[in-house]
C-alpha cells in the first residue's frame, strides 16, 4: 500500500428532514444534525481513498474531533473536503471541512484504518457465534 499524504475526496447532498438533529434525535431543531455532518466527513474521506486502495482491503473509521461551526437548514447544499494529511502503518489521519452554500459549518480530524475486509467480516461475524 504506497497511500502517500495529499489525496483529496469530496461528498455533498441536500439537506432533507431524514439528516436533521430532530431526526437523528441529537437536538429538537429542523437543521443538520451532527450524526449527519459525522457521516458526511467520513464519506468525504472513503472517496479520497476510491481507487488507491488494494481490492481486498477497505478503511474503517475509528476516531473522528469534530467541530460543528453552523446550522444549516432544510433544502440547503452542503459538501465536505476531505485530505489525507498523514499515513502512519494502516492508520490514516485526514483534514475535514464542511460547507453550506453560505459559510463554513464544520472541521474535523478524522482517523481511518486500513482493514482487509474479509478478515474484519470473518472476526465481526464469530461474534454473533460467541
Known sequence: MALQPGLTGEAGWEVTEEVTAARWGSGLVPVLGTPALVALMEQAAVVALEGHLPA????VGVRIDVRHLAATPV???VRAHARLTQVDGRRLVFHVEAWDEVEKIGEATHERVVIDRERFLQRVGEKRKG
Do not use: I, L, P
Open 56 to 59: 481486498e482491503k477497505t478503511s
Open 75 to 77: 433544502g440547503m447544499h
